[in-house]
């Protein structure tokens, strides 16, 4: 009867184990997702401010042309 405790425990430590690991996955998983959408929104962000002053310097220069 002793021997069946310990091989329970044992599993139970494992399953602890397996569960807390796959947590921890999901969490990095979760973290890194988040980076790559945050990066990608920054891109595009750079991006509008880029063509908002190509417009900008555009009146600029047409203003002076005219």
Do not use: C, P
């Not at 921890?24 to 990066?39: D, E, P, T, Y």
């Not at 401010?49 to 005219?66: M, P, T």
């Amino acid at each position: 009867m002793n021997k069946e405790n310990h091989r329970i425990k044992n599993r139970g430590i494992t399953f602890i184990a397996l569960i807390t690991t796959i947590i921890v996955l999901l969490i990095l998983a979760g973290v890194s997702l988040s980076f790559v959408m945050n990066r990608r929104i920054l891109d595009k962000s750079q991006l509008a401010v880029n063509k908002y002053q190509n417009v900008v310097n555009e009146e600029k220069n047409d203003v002076f042309i005219k």
